[in-house]
């Protein structure tokens, strides 16, 4: 079956350290998003690439990086500069035309 | 950016009744979806609906895009509806931000049996 997989579902980083969260498709789907979401909160966005080799930042890049190698997949880095990583991380993907989002089971990162 | 506000934020049912979610936004939108967040943190897509109206069993969806706002029913509620439910609209300019959604803070839907 087609869909998203996310990986891994729980991770546990230690201060100062850089993580990198997996983000993989098989939908064929153009565009890939990362969404970030606090307790009680809605998502916020990250970044987004709507093709292979681009991509741009959301409203909360800053600390984040990600890459866009492959149309399958979109991993998303923590870096030590994100002050406030402990959050649930969501990936999506969206075909170029119907827009229709669907979404991974998330990754919860906690700071230890 | 554009805004989206959803209404009611919480919401308790007993199980076979009906209930409405609102979404407003503040700008022209080419995109608007309505998600469902199980206690498990799984968003299910449940519509995808810039205009006009449509049904999926028990819910359905009708977005007043003129008016900017958009309207979840919910019939017969069962305990497994319970969750968070989401709008999240797309801009009306392409280009770039084409795809890209803000999402609203959510309705927290609460079903007893």
């Known amino acids: 079956d087609g869909g998203i997989t996310q990986s891994p579902k729980y991770l546990f980083r230690k201060e100062g350290q850089n993580v990198t969260l997996s983000c993989e498709q098989n939908?064929?789907?153009?565009?890939m998003y990362w969404y970030r979401q606090d307790p009680g909160q809605g998502l916020r966005l990250i970044y987004y690439s709507q093709i292979v080799n681009d991509f741009q930042k959301g409203d909360i890049a800053e600390g984040y990086s990600v890459s866009r190698e492959k149309k399958e997949s979109f991993p998303l880095t923590v870096t030590s500069a994100q002050k406030n990583p402990t959050a649930f991380y969501l990936c999506?993907?969206?075909?170029?035309?119907?827009?229709?989002?669907?979404f991974g089971s998330g990754t919860r990162l906690t700071v230890v | 950016g554009i805004q989206v506000e959803q209404s009611p934020p919480d919401l308790i049912l007993q199980e076979g009744a009906n209930s409405t979610l609102r979404c407003n936004f503040s700008?022209?939108?080419?995109?608007l979806q309505w998600f469902h967040q199980n206690p498990w943190g799984q968003l299910i897509n449940l519509f995808y609906?810039?205009?006009g109206t449509k049904q999926n069993g028990r819910l359905s969806a009708t977005t007043v895009a003129t008016e900017r706002y958009s309207l979840l029913y919910i019939s017969s509620s069962q305990t497994t509806d319970s969750g968070v439910y989401f709008c999240a609209v797309g801009p009306l300019a392409g280009g770039t931000s084409y795809g890209k959604l803000t999402f609203g803070q959510g309705t927290i839907l609460t079903v007893h049996p």
């Open positions: 999506a993907s969206s075909p170029r035309v119907h827009y229709g989002y669907t």
């Open positions: 609906i810039p205009s």
């Open positions: 700008d022209s939108v080419n995109n």
């Open positions: 939908l064929n789907h153009d565009a």
